[in-house]
């Protein structure tokens, strides 16, 4: 077995546990690639029994690993996501951050989650994606997300209108900041800060979630993941932004956004006995209130 570690940077506390990982997978005879810049960034500070393979490049995924491990917050696993791509390979999140939704193996679990892994004791989640188009194809060959799209106005000025099609039916123009199309993986993300709700990974939706939106009365909708969904934007200002999970770049406000379900899916890495409604219990703390 070979699993791939991606990484980006992490708090000096955090270096125990990530040797703990370290230890654990060349006790289990498992093999170790290591992304490129996340060797820099630990080299000198973690110890191996041999050196770890290198890679670079997507590319150099498919037929070389058999796991991915995001090793970091839910932020550095979607940028492992760009890693991933369209290559099946399973990705498990070790949390070294803060919140954890899709990174929820903790710190304190790494040697429980490896040796699992190790017996087959796991299953493999399928979450969908969307995908976005527009004519100057602003996010090339990487133009898909797991949590969500979003239009942001570019400054502190005024309000942008967004008007939004589905299937060439006009659903909404909305006065507001910015608006979010969320997958069921997003809706705990970005959109459940704007009030938006929480849909399960299967739920085959998305969700559209206004963001500080002028008109109270506007609410967030859940459309079916099979409509096509058109942006058109407006405003004071001829630029506005667009964000795709961690990624982001400047439109101008004659662009036209097309977002779609991605053919492909990302397949998440589950041990026996964890669950969605688990995860969301456990994150969102319910039921911890004393008065219960």
């Known amino acids: 077995m070979k699993i791939a570690l991606f990484g980006k940077t992490f708090n000096d506390d955090r270096f125990f546990y990530f040797q703990q990982l370290i230890e654990t ?9 290591i992304y490129s810049p996340f060797m820099d960034f630990i080299k000198g500070k973690i110890r191996f029994s041999k050196d770890p393979e290198i890679f670079t490049l997507h590319s150099q995924l498919p037929g070389n690993a058999d796991f991915m491990f995001s090793i970091g917050g839910d932020g550095t696993m979607l940028d492992a996501i760009t890693l991933v791509r369209d290559s099946g390979i399973p990705l498990m999140g070790i ?6 939704f899709l990174s929820s193996i903790s710190k304190e679990e790494i040697g429980q989650a490896v040796n699992a892994l190790v017996r087959g004791d796991y299953t493999i989640e399928k979450r969908s994606l969307l995908s976005v188009e527009t004519p100057q194809h602003l996010f090339g060959d990487m133009n898909y997300a797991l949590n969500e799209l979003t239009v942001n106005k570019k400054d502190t000025g005024s309000m ?3 008007h939004v099609y589905i299937d060439d039916k ?3 123009s909305y006065w507001a900041d910015g608006l979010i199309i969320a997958t069921p993986t997003g809706s705990t993300a970005y959109s459940l800060s704007c009030n938006g709700p929480i849909i399960t990974p299967d739920s085959e939706n998305f969700v559209i979630t206004p963001i500080a939106t002028h008109n109270l ?3 967030p909708v859940v459309i079916p993941d099979k409509s096509v969904i058109r942006l058109k934007v407006e405003g004071r200002m001829s630029q506005y932004l667009i964000g795709l999970d961690s990624r982001n770049s400047i439109i101008d ?3 036209e956004i097309v977002v779609k379900k991605e053919k492909f899916f990302i397949n998440l890495v589950q041990r026996v ?11 969102l703390m319910w039921g911890r209130d004393v008065r219960n």
Do not use: H, Y
């Open 170 to 172: 006009l659903l909404n």
């Open 217 to 219: 009365t506007v609410r």
């Open 160 to 162: 942008i209108l967004v």
């Open 95 to 100: 949390n070294l951050g803060r919140m954890g």
């Open 25 to 33: 997978l060349e006790r289990s005879n498992i093999s170790i690639l």
């Open 253 to 255: 406000s004659d662009t």
């Open 273 to 283: 006995g964890d669950d969605f409604f688990t995860t969301i219990r456990q994150k």
